[in-house]
């Protein structure tokens, strides 16, 4: 995880069934979509104005992000460089790969944030102590 930067992040254009008249959907499936399967999903909603959300680092877990409904931007950050990407379309995923501290922020009203990750939760994945997590990466 020390190795990893925030240019191994990149945000993925999910597949859009589109029709005028029924709506859209996006798909998410095992083997094809991500470089990971998918073991869990979680969502953040109800998020006040003004809130900042993550605020930790993973050792070992990929994640991804999808704005689902409205939008949020989260900052990535390496030890050495930050890269913030807002989310506001349910197509497009932010792959998060382990070892990079992230916030989440900005959210708009009615925003979801949907996480698929690629391991069941666990406390000990996490780093959540930002000097802990620097020097780790240093
Ligand atoms: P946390 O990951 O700290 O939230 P944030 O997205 O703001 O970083 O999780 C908040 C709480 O929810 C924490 O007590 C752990 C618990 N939790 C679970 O029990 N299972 C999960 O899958 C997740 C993501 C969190």
């Known amino acids: 995880m020390n190795k990893s930067s925030v ?8 597949n859009c069934f589109s ?3 029924r709506g859209n959907m996006s798909v998410v499936e ?6 990971f399967d998918v073991k869990r999903v979680y ?12 605020g930790h680092a993973h050792r070992s877990l990929y994640q991804l992000i999808i704005a689902v409904s409205g939008s949020f931007s989260v900052t990535l950050d390496d030890g050495h460089l930050k ?3 807002l989310l506001n379309r349910p197509y497009k995923g932010l792959l ?3 070892g990079l501290w992230r916030t989440i922020e900005d959210f708009s009203s009615g925003a979801v944030c949907m996480v698929l990750a690629s ?11 930002y000097g802990s997590f620097l020097n780790l990466k240093n």
């Not at 969502?43 to 993550?54: A, K, T």
């Open 96 to 98: 998060i790969v382990p």
């Open 7 to 14: 240019y191994d992040c990149s945000v993925i254009e999910l």
């Open 19 to 21: 029709s005028d008249r």
């Open 83 to 85: 890269r913030t990407v």
């Open 43 to 54: 969502y953040l909603y109800d998020v006040p104005g003004g809130v900042e959300r993550g």
């Open 119 to 129: 391991a069941e939760y666990d406390e000990d994945d996490y780093i959540r102590h």
């Open 30 to 35: 095992n083997g094809k979509t991500l470089p």
